[in-house]
């Protein structure tokens, strides 16, 4: 059984910051890819940003430039540094491994971004 779980949401004011950790456990024999995705009301789920275990990342057209995606291998964490936060960044945000050749997915944190 793997577990994901995020933390660090909250409530920021436009311009803010916020830093989401997720940490992965379990019986955990490998993890490739590792992602934040995000679902606002009424919308989608869609991809923010993701790192590959080699450090390769990329990220959504728009927080381009705003977030950052990082990981801690030995720690099975990813992180992602949220500057510059804008009202639109308002969301659900989702962790998700490919963990032992199997995608996980964690329960979700609040995100919420004041004008």
């Known amino acids: 059984q793997v577990q994901l779980v995020e933390t660090g949401g909250g409530l920021v004011q436009a311009g803010g910051s916020l830093r989401l950790s997720c940490a992965a456990s379990?019986?955990?024999?490998?993890?490739?890819?590792m992602a934040w995705y995000r679902q606002a009301p009424g919308k989608q789920r869609e991809l923010v940003a993701a790192?590959?275990?080699?450090?390769?990342?990329n990220y959504a057209d728009s927080v381009k430039g705003r977030f950052t995606i990082s990981r801690d291998n030995a720690k099975n964490t990813v992180y992602l540094q949220m500057n510059s936060l804008k009202p639109e960044d308002t969301a659900v945000y989702y962790c998700?491994?490919?963990?032992?050749?199997?995608?996980?997915w964690g329960q979700g944190t609040q995100v919420t971004v004041s004008s």
């Open positions: 790192i590959r275990s080699g450090g390769r990342t």
């Open positions: 998700n491994a490919d963990i032992n050749r199997g995608l996980s």
């Open positions: 379990g019986s955990i024999f490998s993890i490739n890819t």
